[in-house]
């Protein structure tokens, strides 16, 4: 329930609240606006559209949702805070049952939601109102229990005034003091200025694997044919594909070629990426000469929309 502009409109009950306070009215607040998303999402549906699972094989559905949350209201503040000795909601027999159980029966719907309305009601007085004499449940004590010993094991090494001693020496890991001494292999990583020096193996029959950004920052990693060419790697690929569009947007790049017949070796090119031609008969061509390269079908880029980059390498690493 937005405005044009973005902003929460003044209808949005889960809004036009205080925005600050100390930590249990935020929590308070936060606890009220989840539930109201909750109802606010189902409003209107029925039993069918309640239970209806949004990717099959999965049990996940609204109705689903309603009688897992009901479940969870009860563990935390009952059973949890209140200390209340009852037995899991939906779920004693199948640990699912709150999912699974979740059919399109007008009554099933109906008793979770009074279900889930109950426990929020509780949750909401004995937040409100805590009883002086309230038990933590076992949960709980478990948790407070684990806290005590670890403030006992800290305070065990104080002497009798309370102050810690000196601390001990660390002991360094075991092999770590090999792992220094370990000669680094000679070579096994070696930077080149150009492609030069690695062209004979990139002139292989080997594709390589292209890394460009998306929108949203992730990598894109694609298999990709490419050539050798005025000192920068031909690109070339249909309008459409993703990497050319995150190269129209952010035109840098990162092409690994990896040797089949060796796992310890392969070559990295990074740098920028510069756009050659588009929807010509030369881009179509350079997707032809790259085919011819690899053995395969020329005859399939006839009429397409190609396009053609080059990579050129500010950093070149070869592994052996």
């Not at 594909?241 to 690994?256: C, E, G, I, M």
């Amino acid at each position: 329930m937005f405005t044009a502009d973005g902003r929460p409109s003044a209808d949005d009950p889960r809004e036009q609240r205080p925005r600050l306070g100390d930590e249990r009215t935020a929590l308070v607040d936060s606890l009220r606006r989840q539930r109201l998303t909750l109802e606010m999402k189902c409003a209107g549906l029925d039993s069918e559209a309640m239970a209806r699972r949004s990717v099959e094989p999965s049990t996940m559905s609204l109705l689903g949702l309603v009688r897992h949350l009901a479940g969870e209201e009860r563990a935390t503040f009952r059973v949890m805070m209140a200390g209340q000795d009852l037995p899991r909601m939906y779920c004693s027999a199948d640990r699912d049952g709150d999912f699974n159980g979740a059919v399109p029966d007008p009554d099933v719907v109906a008793e979770a939601w009074d279900s889930w309305r109950a426990e929020v009601a509780f949750a909401t007085r004995l937040v409100d109102e805590p009883p002086a004499s309230m038990s933590p449940g076992p949960p709980a004590q478990r948790a407070r229990q684990r806290w005590e010993g670890d403030v006992a094991a800290r305070g065990a090494d104080r002497d009798d005034r309370g102050v810690r001693p000196p601390p001990r020496p660390r002991r360094p890991a075991a092999g770590a003091d090999r792992r220094a001494r370990r000669p680094i292999a000679s070579g096994s990583v070696t930077p080149a200025t150009t492609l030069d020096a690695v062209r004979p193996f990139l002139d292989g029959p080997q594709r390589a694997v292209l890394a460009t950004s998306n929108p949203d920052g992730s990598p894109h990693l694609v298999v990709v044919d490419y050539l050798v060419q005025d000192g920068a790697l031909l690109l070339n690929g249909r309008s459409g594909r993703r990497w050319v569009s995150n190269l129209r947007r952010l035109p840098r790049a990162t092409a690994l070629v990896h040797d089949p017949a060796d796992v310890q070796h392969w070559v990295r090119v990074a740098g920028p990426a510069t756009l050659l031609r588009e929807g010509d008969e030369e881009a179509i061509e350079d997707a032809k000469v790259m085919a011819r390269r690899y053995g395969d079908d020329t005859e399939q880029f006839d009429g397409q929309h190609r396009v053609s980059w080059h990579l050129r390498p500010e950093r070149v690493v070869e592994r052996r």
